[in-house]
Nanobody, 123 residues
Framework: QVQLVESGGGLVQAGGSLRLSCAAS????????MGWFRQAPGKEREFVAT????????GYAESVKGRFTISRDNAANTVYLQMNSLKPEDTAVYYC????????????????WGQGTQVTVSS
């Protein structure tokens, strides 16, 4: 069982930055692939970024590539999402998720989810 708690969301102007954190419980955090998803009002939840448990291999949605960076600190049981050059279209609830698969980019591949944190980007 893994419990995930996101933090770091808030209101920021376009062009600004935010760093989201996701603290995980459990001693096997390092064995999970971790991901970030987001859901904007009236839209389906979508993939944002993922980081494998091994070697820190990362993957990004095209819409955030070059602006967002996912990282993890296995000693601290935490995964981060550094978001730069934010745009109003990045406004959404951001969710952290954990997958037991070696690599995961689909929502259905994730076993555990956090409660989400709101990110609002004003124009």
């Amino acid at each position: 069982q893994v419990q995930l708690v996101e933090s770091g969301g808030g209101l920021v102007q376009a062009g600004g930055s935010l760093r989201l954190s996701c603290a995980a419980s459990g001693r096997t955090f390092s064995r999970y692939t971790m991901g970030w998803f987001r859901q904007a009002p009236g839209k389906e939840r979508e993939f944002v970024a993922t980081i494998a448990w091994s070697a820190g291999i990362t993957g990004y949605a095209e819409s955030v590539k070059g602006r967002f960076t996912i990282s993890r600190d296995n000693a601290a049981n935490t995964v981060y999402l550094q978001m730069n050059s934010l745009k109003p279209e990045d406004t959404a609830v951001y969710y952290c998720a954990a997958s037991s698969k070696l690599w995961a980019k689909e929502e259905s591949e994730y076993n555990y989810w956090g409660q989400g944190t709101q990110v609002t980007v004003s124009s």
